[in-house]
């Protein structure tokens, strides 16, 4: 697969508020859990960063875009973001390439509770993070085509609301980092992810 995508457009990438399941260790994937008020707050403070950066770079009106995942965690945080954006005309949009990496059988789970319940696969990940497929999940790999062209198509400020295993697939696609790094990246819920002239920041 051809990396360093290249969009035409600055890229803001944020990862939702925190939920329960984030704050009890919990694999979360594509089960739609709510935030939590920790995490609205998060949402919101993202939003203050965001409006900042936005008015230093002083783009014209009706921009950045805001695309999110349809998980409404997602879904909440870009709510509460656009909130704080307006007056400015920025309506959120959902793409389903954005939905988090399903985990199949670990949602839910801890991360003790999967090394105890699939020791076997826990074992697979770390020998191939990227290609691995939880049980009834998907692999990172397999995600990644849908992601390049999304990023690939992007032509303008865009603001894009996920989750981190999306974040970390976006990271090693635009080149921002190797492979290796991408899956370890962190990924915090109250940062953003600004992608600008090929170089990487955070706020």
Same mark, same amino acid.
């Given at each position: 697969?051809?990396?360093?995508? /290249?969009?035409?457009?600055?890229? =803001?990438?944020? /990862?939702?508020?925190?939920?329960?399941? %984030?704050?009890?260790?919990?694999?979360?994937?594509?089960?739609?859990?709510?935030? &939590?008020?920790?995490?609205?707050?998060?949402?919101?403070?993202?939003?203050?960063?965001?409006?900042?950066?936005?008015?230093? &770079?002083? =783009?014209? #009106?009706?921009?950045?875009?805001?695309?999110?995942?349809?998980?409404?965690?997602?879904?909440?945080?870009?709510?509460?973001?656009?909130?704080?954006?307006?007056?400015?005309?920025?309506?959120?949009?959902?793409?389903?390439?954005?939905?988090?990496?399903?985990?199949?059988?670990?949602?839910?789970?801890?991360?003790?509770?999967?090394?105890?319940?699939?020791?076997?696969?826990?074992?697979?990940?770390?020998?191939? /993070?990227? &290609?691995?497929? #939880?049980?009834?999940?998907?692999?990172?790999?397999? /995600?990644?085509?849908?992601?390049? &062209?999304?990023?690939?198509?992007?032509?303008? #400020?865009?603001?894009?609301?996920?989750?981190?295993?999306?974040?970390?697939?976006?990271? =090693?696609?635009?080149?921002?980092?190797?492979?290796?790094?991408?899956?370890? =990246?962190?990924?915090?819920?109250?940062?953003?992810?600004?992608?600008? %002239?090929?170089?990487?920041?955070?706020?």
């Amino acid at each position: 697969m051809t990396v360093s995508v /290249r969009p035409e457009g600055d890229l =803001y990438l944020v /990862r939702h508020g925190e939920t329960d399941w %984030n704050r009890d260790g919990r694999f979360q994937g594509q089960s739609d859990v709510p935030l &939590n008020r920790t995490g609205i707050e998060q949402a919101r403070q993202c939003g203050r960063r965001l409006a900042a950066l936005i008015a230093a &770079n002083a =783009y014209p #009106p009706g921009q950045p875009a805001l695309i999110c995942s349809p998980l409404r965690r997602a879904r909440q945080t870009a709510d509460e973001i656009a909130t704080i954006l307006a007056p400015r005309p920025v309506i959120p949009k959902t793409d389903a390439a954005l939905t988090e990496i399903a985990f199949g059988q670990w949602e839910g789970l801890t991360t003790h509770e999967v090394k105890t319940a699939f020791p076997d696969d826990r074992k697979s990940r770390k020998r191939d /993070r990227w &290609n691995f497929v #939880p049980p009834g999940g998907e692999s990172f790999a397999s /995600r990644a085509p849908v992601l390049r &062209n999304l990023l690939a198509d992007i032509d303008r #400020p865009t603001i894009l609301v996920c989750h981190a295993g999306v974040i970390k697939i976006c990271l =090693y696609l635009l080149g921002a980092t190797d492979l290796q790094s991408a899956l370890v =990246y962190p990924i915090f819920q109250d940062r953003i992810y600004a992608w600008s %002239n090929r170089r990487l920041a955070e706020h």
